[in-house]
């Protein structure tokens, strides 16, 4: 993890990758320490906030594997639509379709889980657009239970891109920037060879380099 001082009595070597520029550049050395300090702590609340979503992103998911391991075992949907529902007893449905209920009822109040962080307008969100539920097809909670996963997996990579940049330059100035710009590079499928200085630069915090 960084260390505020680090950053202050100019142990780093850079401030920011090529092309970046900080708010504090060309002032008076107390008048930036001031500046790296407040990006220094707003950049920690950032990673603090973000990572709260992420942890519990993670623990729903955790509920839908394992909603979507019992409904491997237990077909849901048709048997359970319409009127005949209500004439099925409940012992019938089994001990499977009794977990799965409950999971769908824990994860109702965690649909939405959303960060607060105050560097970025595109702060690290998780969304449940509909729950899993046993009047479902299974193949319909499993589309629910990808579609999560997909959007944890981008929220996980970004997390960890930002504490990168944070750990090697003290602040997130311009890392959103380059994040995006990194995955829009990645996602047009560059040819080999070919440069991009904010694509190095990503690539280098994320090797560590």
């Known amino acids: 993890m960084a260390d505020l001082s680090q950053f202050l009595y100019g142990t780093q070597p850079l401030e920011a990758p090529e092309g970046t520029r900080v708010p504090w550049q060309g002032l008076p050395p107390a008048r930036a320490d001031q500046m790296k300090q407040r990006a220094y702590e707003q950049g920690q609340k950032y990673l603090q906030d973000n990572a709260s979503v992420v ?9 839908l594997e394992k909603f979507g391991e019992l409904n491997r075992n237990s077909r849901t949907g048709a048997l359970y639509e319409g009127s005949f529902a209500s004439f099925m007893p409940e012992s019938f449905r089994g001990a499977d379709e009794k977990v799965m209920k409950s999971i769908t009822s824990d994860l109702a109040p965690k649909k ?19 729950l899993p539920n046993i009047s479902n097809e299974g193949e319909v909670n499993q589309q629910i239970r ?13 997390l960890q891109f930002m504490q990168g940049f944070f750990d090697q330059y003290g602040h997130l100035n311009g890392a959103d920037a380059i994040y995006q710009q990194q995955n829009k590079v990645v996602n047009q499928n560059p040819p080999a060879g070919a440069t991009n200085k904010l694509f190095n630069a990503a690539d280098a915090i994320i090797k560590g380099r």
């Open 55 to 63: 942890s519990k992103g993670a623990g729903v998911l955790q509920d």
């Open 112 to 130: 939405r889980v959303e960060g607060s962080g105050t560097t970025s307008d595109r702060d690290i969100n998780l969304y449940l657009e509909s």
């Open 146 to 158: 990808e579609n999560y996963r997909s959007q944890y997996e981008r929220a996980n990579k970004k």
